[in-house]
């Protein structure tokens, strides 16, 4: 029997959308992983997600104070908008 390796692509299902632009924007490392974490969390149809900063550091390795300092820059670089949760 052969191992297949690869699964049968499905686009909608196993990935996520990511503009090509983003690789133009003279983003760090950092906040590209925060960015596409956030881009792989979102909801399609609302364009809105809301995972926690521990979510987000413990899925890219990061802790909490760091994902806030990447939060906080792509806030600034209007990159995306946050709302606080309660």
Do not use: W
């Not at 632009?21 to 003279?26: I, R, T, W, Y």
């Not at 413990?58 to 939060?71: D, F, L, P, S, W």
Request: include cysteine.
């Amino acid at each position: 029997m052969k191992y297949n390796h690869y699964h049968k692509r499905n686009a909608i299902r196993n990935y996520f959308p990511l503009p090509n632009e983003v690789f133009c924007l003279g983003l760090t490392y950092g906040e590209l992983a925060v960015y596409s974490y956030l881009m792989y969390c979102e909801n399609r149809k609302t364009f809105k997600c809301y995972p926690s900063y521990k979510t987000i550091g413990n899925a890219i390795g990061m802790c909490k104070n760091t994902v806030r300092k990447y939060v906080k820059s792509l806030e600034d670089k209007q990159l995306i908008s946050t709302q606080p949760t309660y």
